[in-house]
């Protein structure tokens, strides 16, 4: 099962190359930054925690997990509709209804610049039209994921109240927004907006806080000298890998760039 949203900073290359880094057994799974859901659709855990500050994303896992069908039709409509007009007047009229919205997520997900998010100072969407015009993907079960997300209970809100619910034998995988400057994939002042340097050490402390309830932690960051010492300090197990990032819109901003793989437990040898 593969994630149904494209989102900056998905995880699909962590599944392809790091799986074996996730336990293979735990009680319950708790993600604070959910966004594409990758490693939860690979884990499909029996019971899970997601959450993330973004409501418009956390409002579209909502959608689907309550009415998969509506949202179908919906998008059928929104691919019959699919033109360079449609897709400005869809981003600028949001449906009052949860279904209405979150189809309207994925429509405009699926048809954006790069399947980027981003909104205005209004909080309103602003990502132009990219030129893909699939919106219905071939052999994609809107019921299957529907059936998965029933297991999990989906919270909008800050990282830390989730984290703090973990305890032990959980799996918390933690993927946060990357606010230092490792490499320029355009996001770095977008992002520093969403998540600052004071979250970034107060999410260091939830984990290990966590870890020592006895969860199992999981957690992708910047590999930066100063988060280095924050997780080494608090005995964290850290590894650092080399990744491409495709996400600049410009080509020669695209570059292989290291990542730091943060767990509690020492990696197999």
Aim: include cysteine; glycine fraction near 8%.
């Amino acid at each position: 099962m593969h994630p149904f949203l494209k989102w900056p900073g998905g995880k699909r290359w962590f599944i392809q190359r790091h799986a074996d880094l996730l336990p293979k057994v735990f009680r319950k799974y708790v993600e604070p930054f959910l966004g594409g859901g990758a490693v939860f659709f690979h884990l499909q855990p029996q019971e899970a925690v997601l959450g993330d500050i973004n409501a418009d994303l956390i409002n579209t896992y909502r959608g689907i997990q309550r009415d998969w069908r509506q949202i179908e039709g919906l998008l059928e409509h929104h691919q019959r509709m699919h033109s360079t007009e449609y897709y400005y007047l869809m981003r600028n009229v949001v449906p009052e209804d949860l279904i209405g919205q979150a189809a309207r997520m994925l429509y405009l997900n699926r048809t954006c610049f790069n399947g980027i998010y981003r909104v205005n100072l209004k909080g309103e969407f602003n990502v132009p039209k990219g030129g893909k015009t699939a919106v219905i993907i071939e052999g994609e079960s809107f019921e299957a994921i529907s059936e998965l997300l029933k297991r999990a209970e989906l919270l909008c809100g800050d990282f830390e109240p989730l984290i703090d619910q973990a305890e032990a034998g959980d799996l918390v995988f933690v993927d946060p927004p990357y606010t230092v400057r490792h490499n320029n994939n355009g996001f770095i002042k977008y992002n520093e907006k969403l998540f600052t340097w004071e979250d970034q050490e107060r999410l260091a402390q939830a984990l290990g806080r966590a870890r020592d309830r006895g969860a199992q932690i999981v957690s992708t960051n910047a590999n930066y000298s100063l988060l280095r010492d924050i997780y080494r300090d608090l005995g964290f197990y850290l590894i650092k890998m080399s990744r491409f990032s495709a996400i600049s819109a410009k080509a020669e901003s695209r570059r292989n760039f290291e990542e730091l793989i943060i767990l509690s437990h020492p990696p197999k040898t």
